[in-house]
């Protein structure tokens, strides 16, 4: 999923239950969450349904600072889901980003909540240099 800038959280919400169907088009439980907290459960029965058919799940949440705003829930859902259900999971990989480094270098990296030592890994992306984005435009027009 990919937050939307400026949306609320009814809309992101929409935005989740779309991509959702796309990457769990075999569950079959109704999705229409009210909340994060719902969505999230929801979002953790279907990972804990792929796992059971030994596929390797991973959970793709981009630019969370605008689905994270402060009254939205997103944040305390996402550490609860955490803490409660993937922290022990080999095949639930969670991978959250966002473009606003400050916000998500003091809520997720430098978190004293619950998400508090729960970083594994911190990739750093490094912009394309001119000979790297040609090939990559170049391997793209011709696959």
Not at 29 to 56: G, R, S, V
Not at 68 to 73: E, F, H, I, L, Q
């Amino acid at each position: 999923m990919t937050g939307s800038k400026g949306a609320g959280k009814t809309e992101q919400l929409i935005n989740f239950k779309h991509a959702f169907k796309v990457a769990f088009p075999f569950f079959s439980k109704l999705i229409n969450p009210k909340n994060w907290t719902e969505a999230l459960l929801l979002l953790w029965e279907a990972a804990e349904e792929a796992c059971k058919k030994k596929k390797k799940v991973i959970l793709f949440f981009d630019e969370v600072p605008w689905i994270a705003t402060r009254r939205s829930g997103f944040l305390s859902a996402l550490e609860h889901l955490w803490n409660r259900y993937l922290s022990n999971q080999k095949n639930i990989i969670l991978i959250i980003c966002g473009s606003a480094a400050a916000w998500m270098i003091e809520k997720i990296i430098d978190n004293r909540e619950g998400l508090y030592g729960r970083l594994t890994e911190i990739i750093h992306l490094h912009p394309f240099n001119l000979l790297q984005t040609e090939h990559s435009q170049y391997t793209t027009k011709n696959n």
